[in-house]
C-alpha cells in the first residue's frame, strides 16, 4: 500500500487522501456529512452542533403531545418506586423508554431521568408512564437542543463527578453521574446505580470518584455532575446552560 502523509493544514494531502480511497477501495467523498443515523450535524465558525432534532419531533408527535403544553425540566422531584397500577400494555412504555434512550446520545439534559425510566422497563406502572411523558412534554420545549463541540477548543480535560445516597428507594443503592469536558465541550457523561450498598453519603461520594486522579471539591451550585444524580427542578437550566447544551433552532 502507498504511503500517504498528512500534515497539519495540508489541503492537498488530504485531496490526495480521499483520491486515494477513492481509486484503491472505490470509496467516494459524499461531502460534508449532515445527518447520520438520526443525528443531525451542523457547521459553523463556533464549531459542530449535533442534534436529533428529527428524531425528537417524531417521539413528541407519536405519543400526541405536540399540541400540549411543554415543562421546562424533565422530572419532578420526587423518587419513583414499584408501586402504582401496573400497565395493561407495557410495550407502549417500553417503546417510548427506548426510543428516549437513544435520544440521550446527543441530550445529556434527559440522561437522569431516562436512567430512573429504564429501571422500570420489566413492569412498568402508571407513574411510571406518566413520568416518561412529562420528559416527551420537556422535550416540546427544545426539541433541537444539542452539544456544540467547540473549533477552538484547548486539550485539557475536566470532570466533574457526584453521587446520591441511596438515589434508589427500592434497592437502597446509589446513582453516580459525570461528566468530562474536552475544553469547553461536553464530550462524555453518565448516569448509572452502584453495584453495592453504600453505608453513608461520605461513601457514596468515594466510589463515585474512583479512578480519579486528581479530585478537588466543588460547591453544589457549581457542580455540573448534579445534572446526571438527580432531578433538580428550577436549578436544572442553570446548569444545562454551564454543560454547554444549546438549541440553534430556537429564536435568540
Known sequence: MDDILITGNNIES??????FLHTR?????????????????????????????????????????????????PMEECRLSNTG????????????????????????????SVHILSRFMHE?????M????????????????????HSNNSLHLTAFCDSDWVGCPITRRSTT?????????????????QKTVSLSSAEAEYRAMAGEIATQY???SQQLADVFTKALGEKFKQLMCKLGVIDIHSPT
Do not use: N
Request: charged share 25%; aromatic share 10%.
Open 177 to 193: 453521574g459525570y461528566c468530562v469536558f474536552l475544553g469547553k465541550s461536553l464530550i462524555s457523561w453518565r448516569t448509572k446505580r
Open 130 to 149: 406518566a413520568a416518561a411523558l412529562r420528559v416527551v412534554r420537556y422535550l416540546k420545549s427544545a426539541p433541537g437542543q444539542g452539544l456544540l463541540l
Open 218 to 220: 466543588v460547591i453544589s
Open 25 to 73: 477501495f472505490r470509496i467516494k467523498d459524499l461531502g460534508d456529512l449532515k445527518f447520520f443515523l438520526g443525528i443531525e450535524i451542523a457547521r459553523s465558525k463556533k464549531g459542530i452542533y449535533i442534534s436529533q432534532r428529527k428524531y425528537a419531533l417524531e417521539i413528541i408527535k407519536d405519543s400526541g403531545y405536540l399540541g400540549d403544553k411543554p415543562v421546562e425540566f
Open 14 to 19: 488530504i485531496k490526495g487522501l480521499k483520491q
Open 85 to 112: 397500577e401496573l400497565l395493561k400494555d407495557p410495550c407502549i412504555y417500553q417503546r417510548l423508554v427506548g426510543r428516549l434512550i437513544y435520544l440521550t446520545i446527543t441530550r445529556p439534559d434527559i440522561t437522569y
Open 124 to 128: 412498568p406502572r402508571q407513574p411510571h
